[in-house]
């Protein structure tokens, strides 16, 4: 089995800094792509960032110069550090993560519970 748990999510308000972190654990052989998506109320759920594993990173356009996507492979973790927060960026944030459970198996993408981020005006 493979859990994601995140953490780090809360209130806080306009202008301020959130970090969310996501481990991965259990029966894990190699992790590709981690990343972070969002789904606030009412609307579609949307990629945040991403990252590879050896580094390579994108972002949605809204986040750009604000929110900044890093890992630590020899933990299983990403993070997402989140500056200059507005009220649009209000939601539950997932991590997820594209890994494979053996040699044998394919790359399967798992996700966390979600973490709810809100920022107050």
């Known amino acids: 089995q493979v859990q994601l748990v995140e953490s780090g999510g809360g209130l806080v308000q306009t202008g301020g800094s959130l970090r969310l972190s996501c481990a991965a654990s259990?029966?894990?052989?190699?992790?590709?792509?981690m990343g972070w998506y969002r789904q606030a109320p009412g609307k579609q759920r949307e990629l945040v960032a991403g990252i590879t594993r050896g580094g390579s990173t994108n972002y949605a356009d809204s986040v750009k110069g604000r929110f900044t996507i890093s890992r630590d492979n020899a933990k299983n973790t990403v993070y997402l550090q989140m500056n200059s927060l507005k009220p649009e960026d209000t939601a539950v944030y997932y991590c997820?993560?594209?890994?494979?459970?053996?040699?044998?198996?394919?790359?399967?993408?798992?996700w966390g519970q979600g973490t709810q981020v809100t920022v107050s005006s």
């Open positions: 259990g029966s894990i052989f190699s992790i590709n792509v």
């Open positions: 997820n993560a594209d890994l494979r459970t053996s040699i044998a198996t394919m790359t399967s993408r798992y």
